[in-house]
């Protein structure tokens, strides 16, 4: 797929990023016989998040025909809950097949990006050159910039550290005393495979997760080929899953009614974690729903093994060889991986967009996003931002939602 210089210079949409959200809305606007549109993307292939995941067990905690365009079904899923190759090939694909070969753009990274008032577009720098558009799509998504925290004495440590995002394919957890700062929805994934290799898993918690078991199951090779022949079972399956999820939307909405979801995570924990103690420190002071419910059978079995270690206590300090609590107890590591999250509400390009009247788009929203139909903003002509302010979701796929504010554009 092209990665050269751009042409042509002046293109009716611009769309950046090339996961879910920049794709799809390049499909549904060939689909729409609309073709004067680029995709810039900063790394070398398709795929945002699910190409930049690619820590051990990673996988989606939405069921895999939901999480898929409504346009472009995968009947070859083989498992309810998608592992990240088989998203990064569905995306893969999503792109060759829908013909986007020659609106891809990579290695170009968007640098800035003014609103030209008297000429009625954008002005974008790139690292491949200049170019201008009528419409600015912002499909860079909200998990595309890891957040690694700044801990006095990290650079001075000697072994490997890194952000689950950035994992090195040839890291090797066999024997290490390894050190895990953070317990979000990429650690409790990643967790249950490092801990049967490495000699020793510190796992550093701020805030302990609600944990509910995952329904998960291999779709078989019959269920497969049912798909494939009889494309309305797939989307039988589909809206079926979809009213299941948008079910719990009256959870959300009445909260005294999450304690029925509390006591099935509480049994989940009870079975899963024998010791009081571990149990304790396990067990959430708020209410179901407040933060993301993460899915796993295996986290919780896991930081129950006798070589891992859950610490509760603040991180004071990294030394060149361990890592040091607030209550002085010293810990000797090898390597230390950060499952701190992303900069959802504070995207880096934000700070580079520039309005109709000089602002960046950082400056606009002034630490508190906000955008019409979490889509559009004030000030911002033609700009689009796909999963923008109060479009994620707590209960169902983010590609619904992508799916609507593509229509909406």
């Not at 292939?45 to 190409?51: E, F, K, P, Q, Y």
């Not at 792109?95 to 968007?110: I, K, N, P, Q």
């Not at 099935?264 to 729903?289: E, S, W, Y």
Request: contains cysteine; hydrophobic residues 45%.
């Amino acid at each position: 797929m092209p990665h050269g210089d751009l042409t042509p210079r002046h293109v009716r949409v611009a769309i950046v990023g090339s996961g879910f959200g920049g794709l799809g809305t390049a499909l549904r606007l060939r689909h729409a016989g609309i073709d004067d549109f680029v995709i810039l993307e900063r790394a070398d292939a398709v795929g945002g998040t699910w190409r930049d995941n690619r820590y051990p067990g990673c996988a989606c905690d939405v069921q895999s025909h939901l999480y898929a365009f409504s346009f472009a079904p995968n009947p070859d899923w083989s498992e309810s809950y998608a592992p990240q190759p088989e998203i990064e090939r569905y995306l893969a694909r999503c792109a060759a097949e829908g013909g986007l070969a020659a609106h891809l753009r990579f290695r170009h990274e968007v640098r800035a990006a003014t609103w030209d008032d008297a000429a009625l577009r954008w002005r974008l720098e790139t690292a491949g050159g200049a170019i201008t558009a009528d419409v600015l799509v912002m499909a860079t998504g909200p998990l595309s910039d890891p957040v690694i925290p700044e801990i006095p004495g990290l650079a001075r440590f000697r072994g490997p550290a890194f952000h689950s995002a950035r994992w090195p394919a040839d890291f090797d957890a066999r024997g290490r005393r390894i050190a895990v700062v953070g317990t979000g929805a990429s650690a409790i994934q990643f967790i249950p495979a490092l801990q049967p290799h490495a000699a020793r898993l510190h796992v550093f918690q701020r805030t302990a997760p609600w944990v509910l078991p995952r329904p998960e199951h291999r779709i078989g090779a019959g269920r497969r080929a049912l798909y494939r022949g009889v494309p309305l079972a797939q989307r039988a399956v589909r809206q079926t899953i979809y009213l299941a999820r948008e079910a719990m939307v009256v959870l959300f909405r009445h909260p005294g009614a999450m304690r029925l979801a509390e006591r099935a995570a509480r049994r989940h924990l009870r079975q899963a974690v024998r010791d009081p103690a571990l149990r304790a420190k396990l067990t959430p002071d708020f209410r179901l729903g407040c933060k993301r419910v993460l899915l796993s059978n295996t986290y919780l079995p896991a930081v129950a093994q006798p070589n891992v270690e859950v610490v509760t206590d603040a991180i004071a300090e990294v030394r060149e060889d361990a890592i040091v609590t607030r209550d002085g107890a010293v810990r000797p590591v090898d390597a230390i991986v950060f499952g701190t999250g992303f900069r959802p509400t504070d995207p880096p390009l934000a700070h580079a967009l520039r309005g109709r009247d000089g602002r960046t788009l950082a400056e606009a929203w002034g630490g508190s996003p906000r955008a019409h139909l979490g889509t559009t903003v004030a000030g911002f002509p033609n700009l689009f931002v796909l999963l923008g302010p109060n479009t994620g979701l707590g209960h169902s796929s983010v590609v619904y939602m992508i799916e609507a504010q593509i229509a909406h554009l």
